[in-house]
């Protein structure tokens, strides 16, 4: 089946820095990406949608200029936490759509990030 | 607009007992519905999915769903309770191939041995 892979699962990183996660597609190519954040006990926030080859489009109220989002292959994308402050702790996840598949999304295992 | 309403945060059963987890749909076109499981610290995996053929679909673990069109439903059930079903449960929509998910809010399943 289809794979999703993040890393790295838990980070820890000071104030002021920056952090990148990646999320790669193992066993399909991706076309599209999504990009989560879900605080404790809620539910998942889509943050931006991630398209091979060009810009994310990100959702209504997620700064774009914060949260650098990169897809450079059909199976890699990047999510890059600049200038990390300790509201931005929280868990990450990844999910893609396989490229001749269906609607059906496979998620990461999520990346967990702390800043301190 | 889309969205999923899940009724109750935490629902609490037997071991053995029947699990119901609610979801209600709301959407203006045919929707695609799914249910994620979430394990703690973990990602989601699909438990099963409703893309407009059977209504009653069947999926991991012993969980199915009923897509009910004149209640705007697809709650999640299963017969036996297991204490490995414990988790967050996520019922999700989107309205075409190519748009992301739009989740509810959760559910959390305890299992009571």
């Known amino acids: 089946g289809a794979v999703v892979s993040q890393h790295p699962s838990w980070v820890i990183c000071k104030s002021g820095t920056s952090v990148k996660i990646e999320c790669r597609s193992l066993?399909?190519?991706?076309?599209?990406m999504f990009w989560y954040r879900q605080f404790p006990k809620q539910s998942l926030m889509l943050m931006a949608t991630s398209n091979e080859g060009s810009k994310a489009t990100y959702e209504q109220g997620v700064e774009k200029d914060k949260f650098l989002i990169n897809h450079a292959s059909l199976t890699l994308s990047t999510l890059t936490v600049t200038s990390a402050h300790p509201e931005d702790s929280s868990f990450y996840i990844c999910s893609a759509r396989p490229l001749a598949g269906a609607n059906v999304l496979t998620f990461g295992a999520g990346s967990r990030l702390t800043v301190l | 607009a889309q969205s999923v309403t899940q009724l109750g945060s935490h629902v609490s059963v037997s071991e053995g007992a029947l699990v119901l987890l609610r979801c209600n749909y709301s959407s203006s076109v045919p929707p695609y519905l799914f249910w994620y499981v979430q394990y703690p610290n973990q990602g989601l995996q699909l438990l099963l999915k409703y893309t407009s053929a059977a209504t009653l679909v069947k999926g991991i673990n012993g969980f199915e769903a009923e897509f009910k069109k004149s209640e705007t439903s697809f709650h999640l059930t299963k017969p036996s309770a297991h204490m490995s079903d414990a988790a967050e449960y996520f019922c999700?929509?989107?309205?075409?191939?190519?748009?992301?998910?739009?989740f509810g809010k959760g559910t959390r399943l305890s299992v009571i041995a």
């Open positions: 999700a929509v989107s309205y075409s191939g190519n748009t992301p998910l739009v």
């Open positions: 066993d399909f190519q991706a076309t599209t």
